[in-house]
């Protein structure tokens, strides 16, 4: 009678022995961070506050802002490549193309910020290109602007998004594109009513991880885009190396997590709605 329970518990006890070493090295990597960056955010010497915060807002309340905007404006720019990419490739098989959008994927942050700052600047191989070959005035130097940032993120970030967005299109069901195809629909109609309306979950996928890899990212913001303001993850930089000041920096980590928490929990909410029936 209870050789089935023993056996079950023996097998549970198993199971949780083989992923151990999983949650261990995620607690040690991943959870034991966060929580002491949490706790070291709230203090201040010997005491406990809201000091750090008030002094991250105050000091910091711009490129709070700022780094929020460069992370939307990337994301929104990069689901629109990724998806005329996805969609082009979704209808013609064009070999080089794959090859070209998957090529960043292997170019690490730091080359592709140097990249950016030879391509984008005041005489770099941009301007140069625009005045030498097609005799167009030159453009300001956009490696130390917003747009260069922007412009290197959708670089970097376009690839990652693209992966998911042309895997959902290529799992449709083609019968969904057959039948928009005999009522007259053209590859851009079908796109646009068919293939995004069906793949809404990975294109917030998408959206999500965009999002959170440019507001985390240091790499590329260090090298490209204006002195000042700055994002997020410079600012935490600069207050640990010239001011040792870990509570300012944790507080402004803590206030990145709140930033990126906002979009997991409207995510939950969309595909609890996508899975309940309910348009989001």
Not at 33 to 39: E, F, M, R
Request: with cysteine.
């Amino acid at each position: 009678m209870e050789v089935g329970p023993m056996k079950r518990r023996r097998e549970l006890f198993v199971g949780f022995l083989l992923i151990l070493p999983a949650l261990i090295v995620l607690g040690a990597l991943y959870v034991y961070p966060l929580i002491l960056s949490v706790y070291t955010s709230f203090t201040v010497g010997e005491k406990y506050g809201l000091a750090n915060y008030a002094k991250a807002f105050d000091i910091y309340w711009r490129d709070i802002v700022y780094s929020v905007l460069i992370s939307f404006v990337t994301t929104v720019v990069t689901l629109f490549a990724s998806v005329v990419v996805s969609g082009y490739l979704r209808f013609r098989n064009w070999k080089f193309l794959e090859l070209m959008y998957k090529l960043p994927l292997f170019i690490p942050f730091l080359i592709v910020g140097h990249a950016m700052r030879v391509f984008l600047a005041p005489h770099g191989t941009l301007n140069n290109l625009l005045t030498r070959i097609l005799r167009i005035e030159e453009l300001p130097g956009l490696s130390r602007s917003w747009i260069g940032l922007v412009w290197a993120f959708v670089w970097i970030m376009t690839p990652y998004a693209t992966l998911i967005v042309l895997g959902a299109f290529r799992s449709l069901d083609s019968a969904y594109i057959e039948a928009a195809q005999n009522v007259g629909a053209s590859k851009w109609k079908i796109i646009i009513d068919v293939l995004i309306p069906m793949c809404r979950p990975s294109i917030m996928v998408a959206f999500i991880l965009t999002f959170v890899r440019t507001i985390s990212s240091l790499t590329i913001p260090i090298m490209v885009g204006p002195a000042s303001p700055n994002m997020i993850t410079v600012n935490m930089m600069f207050r640990v190396n010239y001011f040792n000041d870990w509570g300012t920096a944790n507080a402004l980590g803590v206030i990145s997590y709140l930033i990126v928490m906002v979009f997991a929990i409207y995510y939950l909410k969309f595909m609890a709605a996508e899975r309940g029936g309910i348009k989001a």
